[in-house]
């Protein structure tokens, strides 16, 4: 087969897929190196990987992949709050690689479950560089998180 008769691979649809917590323990490891380094970068002192997987398999926290085919990008740990006034998405983290190719379209299928649910917006904490990705994307600062230690 000559170089221009020569298959080319397909370049698989990305896709977001919820994990159920009797299958987390079997994503995990395909998910964990992302988990790991985006709490490294943000505020991998209040959680560990560990924490955020038994919340998982509880059904504390829901998981999210983005996958192109068995191709694992990223995901996305979050839940529900219900608060006195209102219900909020809270996002735990949101981690991966390429995210420019994937940000969007999980943000926007985030802020369509918000709205199924009838919650008032999604929330959560992120370190600068996440801050200024999710500003481009409509985010704003709602208040900063000061920490005193000794």
Known sequence: ?????????????????????????QV????????????????GDETT?????????????SLWVIHKGTNILGCV?????QYDTCKK????IIAGKDMNEWYDMTTDLLLDYMD???AKCLE???????????????AKVKAIIMETTR
């Open 77 to 81: 740990v979050w839940k529900l709050n």
């Open 124 to 138: 959560g904490s992120a370190r600068p560089g996440m801050a200024k990705v999710m500003k481009k994307h409509g």
């Open 1 to 25: 087969m000559s170089s221009e008769t020569a298959l080319k691979p397909v370049d698989e649809p990305l896709s977001v897929s919820d994990v159920p917590p009797h299958m987390a323990g």
């Open 116 to 118: 199924l649910v009838g």
């Open 89 to 92: 998405i809270w996002v735990d």
């Open 28 to 43: 995990w490891p395909h998910v964990e190196p992302h988990v790991m380094r985006g709490l490294k970068h943000g505020q």
């Open 49 to 61: 990987s560990h924490h955020m997987l038994a919340a998982v398999l509880q059904g504390h926290r």
